[in-house]
Every structure is written in C-alpha cells, then in structure tokens.
C-alpha cells in the first residue's frame, strides 16, 4: 500500500496493521538477539533484504499515518504491547508519539521488561535511601536488607546513562559506595557469613557483592560464583567479575580497592 492508502485508514486499522508488520521484522528479537538474550532467529537470519527492506518501509508509512494524527492512548499503547517485536517497532519508527516513552521503550526490549519498569527502576535509583537509621544504627537483619536494596538499585542503574552522563554516573557510584560501606559494617560486626544466601539471587549485580562479602568466609562457592558471573552476557557483570579472579589468584591475595 501507498503511504496516502494508509493515511486514508482509521487508528482502529492502523493499529493492528502496525502490530502484525511489526511481527514479521522480529525487531524485538533481533535486538535481544545482539545483546545476547536471546538465540539467532532462524527465521529472521533466513529473511532476504529486499522483504526486510519492505517490510520496514510498510511500518515507517504506518507510523507516519498514525504521527499525523493527535496522540491518543490507542497509539500509545504500542510500547506497552505484550510482543517486543511491536514495542521495538513503535520505539523506533514512531518515537515522536512520545520520544521519553520510546527511549525506556528500547531500553526495556533489551532488558526483557516493560517501559514502565524502566521508568519505576529510573526513579528508584535517583532517590537516595532514607538517611536514618544510619548503618551503624541499623540491625543485622536491616542491614542485610538494605544491601538487598543497594544491590537492586545497582541492576537498575542499566536504565540511565551513567556512562556518559556525569550525574548518573555519581548516581551509581553512589550506590556502589554503599555497598562498600555495608560491608565493611557488616565485617566489624562479624557477620559476613550471612551473606552466603545472597550467592543465590536471581540479580547478577547481588551475586557478585555477595561474593566480594563471601570470599573469606565462603571462599569456594563465591570462587564459583564469580566464574559463573565471568560468562554473564552483561559486560558490566562480566568485567569486574573477572577483574576480581584475576587479582584473587594473581599476586595478591584478595582484590582490593574498587572492586565493587
């Protein structure tokens, strides 16, 4: 069809056009594909250029026919559509809908969750813990609450740019400074042990703090730990993972300084 066949149909028609082209180019699964959350597609890795190329140009025509008219929840409701093929597709040929909603769009597709988690996980990293019960004030079991809340908060600082935006990035060493503190607190206190539980967290980040408290007190499954955590497909897990076997069997005896 014609970009003036599209511009003549109604929101109503348009949407689930949208949605079913959206599908066949496997946007959401190319990039999850990249990023190494999912395996190749055969399908998609078999689909030729020319039909790639038309299909991407049906979706572009579609999403100018629905850019043309007023923003409505209908249309919005794309980048909350269950299949992240279509959430790829409207972050990326209808991002002027609402360019803050495309933009954690994209970044959910990649982290296998919704814009709106996006969203939920920016804000939870940009407000500070309460600064009472200080760390010293605070139980054991707060304490290890909170390095459970520190940990999440560092899983989420994937949602803002803290590589190349100077307040993101105090954001998450601020954070990391935090775990640091907690388990300092946590070593004078004696209690590092009860850290071992954490080796088991579905969170990469936790995994791996947990294994920087362990490594004294539990040092063969933080060691496994960490080598599982050196095959992450999250390069950020990957790094300092290794980063802390290599100073752990080199010429030192544990690593020290930055480590988090």
């Given amino acids: 069809m014609s970009p003036e066949d599209y511009a003549e149909m ?9 949605a079913s082209t959206a599908k066949q180019l496997g946007l959401g699964r190319i990039f999850a594909c990249i990023s190494g959350a999912l395996p190749p597609d055969p399908g998609l890795v078999a689909m030729e250029k020319q039909q790639r190329r038309q299909l991407s140009d049906e979706l572009l025509a579609i999403a100018v026919a629905l850019m043309t008219r007023p923003p409505g929840p209908d249309a919005l409701s794309l980048f909350d559509d269950p299949d992240s093929d279509v959430r790829m597709a409207a972050a990326t040929y209808a991002s002027d809908l609402d360019e803050d909603l495309a933009e954690a769009t ?5 982290a296998g969750c919704s814009a709106k988690e996006v969203i939920a996980g920016r804000q939870r990293v940009r ?3 309460p600064a009472h019960p200080t760390l010293l004030e605070m139980s054991d079991d707060a304490l290890l609450a909170r390095f459970q809340d ?7 600082c994937r949602f803002i ?7 993101d990035t105090e954001t998450r060493n601020r954070i990391l400074g935090e775990l640091i503190d907690i388990r300092a607190e ?6 590092l042990a009860r850290f071992a539980p954490f080796l088991d967290s579905p969170h990469p980040h936790i995994r791996f703090q947990a294994a920087l408290a362990c490594r004294y007190v539990a040092p063969d499954k933080a060691i496994a730990t960490l080598e599982a955590l050196k095959a992450d497909r999250d390069p950020q897990v990957r790094a300092p993972a290794g ?4 100073r ?3 010429k030192y005896a544990a690593p020290t300084g930055g480590e988090a």
């Fill in 106 to 110: 994209r970044k959910g597709v990649l």
């Fill in 10 to 18: 109604s929101t109503e028609r348009l949407l689930p056009l949208f």
């Fill in 161 to 167: 740019d803290w590589v190349h935006d100077e307040q």
């Fill in 243 to 246: 980063w802390t076997l290599s």
């Fill in 127 to 129: 407000q500070p813990p």
């Fill in 186 to 191: 946590a070593e004078q206190r004696g209690m």
């Fill in 150 to 156: 520190a940990g999440e908060r560092v899983t989420a």
């Fill in 248 to 250: 752990w069997r080199g």
